[in-house]
């Protein structure tokens, strides 16, 4: 296989994205991407169903994951590579996290209910099953079907966004465990859609804590933001990463798939890295 495109961004219903894996691969086989990650918030369940259909529909599948984590009271998310998904520690590590997932978005509930809102805790989790991992998303999606709020992204910047009236933090680890534990199950680590948010010392910071990576590609970036993470990519010796970010759904974002990937030189370069 060679010039292939490759997203290594992408959600199943695992976590908050709409597709299960399988109809996932059957989506961006469309869009002539042959290498993917399937990277679910704080979850890995979604991978052996991944690497089972893409084998049989000529799709790699690289085993991924995203994982919540706070560096200086700040939330970011750590995508993590190649990593030995079955690993003990890292299960464990999920389970717990999934778990406080759970207890924070039931107070988010909670809030929401004391605002007006008439959604119930339990009829989300049943709907988005025991094996997924249950996120803020989630509950956007359920407030816009009540009719709460008329779109899904309403939900964020009126009540469950950072700091609005139904916000709750999330109990996260620190980055250097994330980065850590990605390591110790031999996988790669990578800075998720830095943005503007994660520059200069903070950036910085996790470089030292040891992050392997930055995802370069993605629909939040501008040039400006590229350019600026390039530099400190060829400066610090680091690999670089993208993806689609795809959930499907009510977020519409369809028409990232195949628009932003990377290709087989970054792959290569990052094999390169695990096998030194």
Known sequence: MTNYRADLHLHTNYSDGVLSPSRLIDLV?????????ITDHDNVSG??????????NG?????????????EEQEIHILGYFLDYKNPALTEFLKKSRQKRLERNAKIVYKLNELGSKINFEDILKKVGTGSSLGR???A?????????KTYYE???????????????????????VIDLISQCKGLSFIAHPGKLI???????????????????HPSHDKESMSYFNKIISEKFLLSSGGSDFHGGIKNDSGSLGKFVISETE?????RRLFI
Do not use: C, W
Not at 59 to 71: F, L
Not at 141 to 149: Q, R, Y
Not at 155 to 177: C, L, W
């Open 29 to 37: 086989r469309k869009h002539d991407i042959s290498v993917i990650s």
């Open 47 to 56: 991978i052996d169903e991944a690497l089972e259909y893409g084998s049989l």
């Open 59 to 71: 799709i790699k599948v690289i085993p991924g994951v995203e994982i919540s984590a706070d560096i």
């Open 137 to 139: 998303p989630h509950i």
């Open 141 to 149: 999606m359920e407030l816009h079907d009540e009719g709460f709020v």
């Open 155 to 177: 939900a964020f910047y009126k009540y469950i966004g950072d700091d609005k009236t139904a916000f709750v933090r999330k109990s996260n680890p620190d980055t250097k465990e």
């Open 199 to 217: 520059r200069d010392d903070l950036l910085m910071k996790l470089i030292e804590q040891g992050i392997d990576g930055i995802e370069l590609v």
């Open 267 to 271: 792959i290569i370069n990052m094999k």
